[in-house]
């Protein structure tokens, strides 16, 4: 399958599917304040999976219609669970609002349901006993493997800092183990992609750096840098103190923590944790009470889908589907390609 043909493929099941997946997924997550695992997660490990796709069609793996449907309604399905139950058998529950989900549409899938309930329900087991790519993308494990790879994708990089604090102290994990755990399960994580994509070294490493920056984080929060006295918020335990008391606590969203943290560490310490050259003193073109600092956007009209009421920069949802469609990871361009 030639790069158009896979994003023919991919802009008719999300035209068939991601609109009714993303609202569905949102409702889920109305009562339950949880921005680690919420509807923007499962839009994430969607972009992860289109990206994963696509390296396997350059490999000339055939992604059929079927997959490519199952594995959108696996994505975005697979950690609804998590409004309900927060233990690692959430995948239990994922499967039970999948149903409610076939239930609420008219339309049907045409494809094997009981294989997307089993990978909804087991992409939460790490044990990574599909060790060979071809074990792993055989017809039977194709499906788990694509939703396992793509979800742990999405425990990389910043929002893996973010993700990875927010789930384990929802779980109860003490703070003077929660790093060397996040560092043990990170790594297996990382190591398991290097192992089964051992054929796709350039996507690896395209993600070894996000997989470094998590690892990082937590390397240096467990070896006791920049402790965290209770009076200045500074390291990555001040970071960690943030999302426990005002996103957990306080039940107050990523954006306003983040720029808490701007306001309450200094630059020298966000440059060399969260590797971010910014200039010391606030941007004057933002609001008075904003504490952002002086950065530059870099994106497109017409090509979000979060829906949000009140956007200025999607005028269509249609339109901004079909940029979405067109959208491809390996393109310099961030819709459409060009050589």
């Not at 395209?206 to 006791?224: C, I, L, N, V, W």
Request: glycine share 4%; charged share 25%; proline share 3%.
């Amino acid at each position: 399958m030639n790069n158009l043909s896979l994003q023919k493929l991919l802009y008719n099941v999300e035209k068939k599917w991601l609109h009714e997946l993303f609202r569905f997924c949102s409702i889920q997550f109305q009562q339950t304040h949880l921005p680690s695992h919420d509807q923007y997660h499962h839009f994430r490990v969607w972009h992860f999976a289109r990206e994963l796709m696509h390296e396997l069609a350059a490999l000339k793996y055939i992604i059929t219609p079927e997959l490519a449907e199952s594995v959108i309604l696996s994505v975005f399905l697979h950690d609804t669970g998590m409004s309900r139950s927060l233990g690692e058998s959430h995948g239990k529950e994922s499967v039970k609002l999948f149903k409610e989900f076939l239930s609420s549409i008219t339309k049907e899938p045409t494809i094997n349901l009981d294989r997307i309930f089993n990978a909804i329900e087991n992409h939460d087991n790490k044990n990574y006993i599909l060790e060979s790519f071809h074990q792993a993308f055989s017809e039977e494990h194709e499906l788990l493997s694509i939703l396992n790879i793509s979800d742990d994708l999405d425990a990389f990089g910043y929002i893996g800092i973010y993700r990875y604090a927010e789930i384990y102290l929802l779980r109860g994990i003490p703070l003077d183990s929660l790093a060397d755990e996040v560092i043990r399960n990170v790594d297996k994580r990382f190591l398991n992609i290097e192992t089964t994509l051992h054929k796709m070294v350039s996507f690896t490493e395209s993600h070894r750096k996000r997989f470094e920056t998590t690892r990082r984080f937590y390397s240096d929060m467990s070896e006791g840098y920049y402790k965290f006295t209770g009076k200045t918020r500074s390291g990555p335990s001040g970071v960690i103190d943030l999302i426990s008391k005002e996103i957990i606590s306080n039940k107050k969203g990523i954006d306003y923590t983040i720029q808490l943290v701007e306001q309450n560490i200094d630059d020298e310490y966000i440059k060399a944790t969260f590797n971010l050259e910014v200039p010391a003193r606030k941007d004057p073109g933002q609001r008075k009470a904003c504490g952002c600092v002086i950065s530059k956007d870099i994106g497109m009209y017409d090509s979000c889908l979060f829906g949000c009421p009140y956007c200025y920069a999607t005028t269509s949802f249609e339109h901004a589907r079909d940029n979405h469609a067109r959208h491809n990871p390996q393109s310099p361009s961030l819709v459409g390609w060009y050589d």
